[in-house]
Nanobody, 121 residues
C-alpha cells in the first residue's frame, strides 16, 4: 500500500530553518505531483508548495524566497527546506501525492500523517 511519512518538524525560533522530509513507499515520487500543505490552528488546510513529476515547482506567495521544495529520486523522498521561518508558519505540515486519471489509471491522492512545525521565541 502507498504510505507517505513526514518527518523533520519541531520547535524553532523565528528566523531559523527546518527541513521537512516526506518518504514514500508503495509509489514512486517522481511519477506524482508532490505537495506540501499546512494547517494552522483555526484555519483550513492550505497548499504551501508543489513539485510536478517533471520537476516544476510552485510556491504560494507567503513562502516564496524562503521555502524550497525538492526531490531525491534515489531516496524516493520529497523535502521542504524552510528558511527564515516566521511565527505564522506554525502549522501541521502534510505531504501529498497526486496523479490525475489517465487511460488505464485511476485518480490517486495520498496524504501523510503530518508533522508539527512551531515557530516561536
Amino acid at each position: 500500500q502507498v504510505q507517505l511519512v513526514e518527518s523533520g518538524g519541531g520547535l524553532v525560533q523565528p528566523g531559523g530553518s527546518l527541513r521537512l522530509s516526506c518518504t514514500a513507499s508503495g509509489m514512486i515520487v517522481s511519477t506524482y505531483t508532490m505537495g506540501w500543505y499546512r494547517q494552522a490552528p483555526g484555519k483550513q488546510r492550505a497548499l504551501v508548495a508543489r513539485l510536478t513529476g517533471e520537476g516544476s515547482a510552485y510556491y504560494v506567495n507567503s513562502v516564496k524566497g524562503r521555502f524550497i521544495i525538492s526531490r531525491d529520486n534515489a531516496k524516493n523522498t520529497v523535502y521542504l527546506q524552510m528558511n527564515s521561518l516566521k511565527p505564522e508558519d506554525t502549522a501541521l505540515y502534510y505531504c501529498n501525492a497526486y496523479r490525475s486519471s489517465l487511460t488505464g489509471r485511476a485518480r490517486e491522492d495520498y496524504w501523510g500523517q503530518g508533522t508539527q512545525v512551531t515557530v516561536s521565541s
